[in-house]
Antibody, heavy 120, light 106 residues
């Protein structure tokens, strides 16, 4: 069974950093890309970025230069390093397995998500 | 980025009836369109990809159609577990989502 479990969310002040983790099972990073998708409270969905099977990454314009996605295959964990956080980064962050062929990606399944709150 | 627009924002339907949700893309996405269902406190669940292909385990009362810029999701014979928010997502290039349609009990 494919599963993704996020952790690391919490309350931070604007300008601070936070690192989220996503532990995968049932597939490997060599099989599928992994993406981070966020959902602001009561709002819609935004793809933050993804890391492809070969390890290359792409990011949404809203987070480029501030967020970095990486992975450690030895422990089946992907990371989302978030620097210089802004109030508008407040959201539930979901880790997802990517399906399809680049760039035609859809997402299945999704983890349960971890809440990041940026507030002073 | 491609802008996805869903309508209506809220759809009131009685159990057992049919619901039709619409999604429009700001430019052609061919048939690269996915649909997700989200219930309160849960992550989205993939229903449809490639406009009309049901994901594994999705009941056949869910059907998708469309191409280019106009798409629809039809739920035939709504069941209690189908009342939720539905999102479309184009997977033609950088993924973007619609703002969602809430299907509520009439």
């Amino acid at each position: 069974e494919v599963q993704l479990v996020e952790s690391g969310g919490g309350l931070v002040q604007p300008g601070q950093s936070l690192r989220l983790s996503c532990t995968i099972s049932g597939f490997t990073f060599g099989d599928n890309a992994v993406s981070w998708v966020r959902q602001a409270p009561g709002k819609g969905l935004e793809c933050v970025g993804f890391i492809r099977t070969k390890g290359t990454t792409e990011y949404a314009a809203s987070v480029k230069g501030r967020f970095t996605i990486s992975r450690d295959g030895s422990i089946s964990t992907a990371y989302l390093q978030m620097n210089n956080l802004k109030i508008e980064d407040t959201a539930i962050y979901y880790c997802t397995r990517v399906r399809g062929s680049y760039p035609r990606y859809w997402f299945d399944p999704w983890g349960q998500g971890t809440l990041v709150t940026v507030s002073s | 980025d491609i802008l996805m627009t869903q309508s209506p924002a809220t759809l009131s339907v009685s159990p057992g009836e049919r619901a039709t949700l619409s999604c429009r893309a700001s430019q052609s996405v061919s048939t690269s369109l996915a649909w997700y269902q989200q219930k309160p406190g849960q992550p989205p669940r993939l229903l449809i990809y490639d406009s009309s292909t049901r994901a594994t385990g999705v009941p056949d009362r869910f059907s998708g159609s469309g191409s280019g810029t106009e798409f629809s999701l039809t739920i035939s014979g709504l069941q209690s577990e189908d009342f939720a928010v539905y999102y479309c997502q184009q997977h033609y290039n950088w993924p973007t989502f619609g703002q969602g349609t809430k299907v509520e009990v009439k």
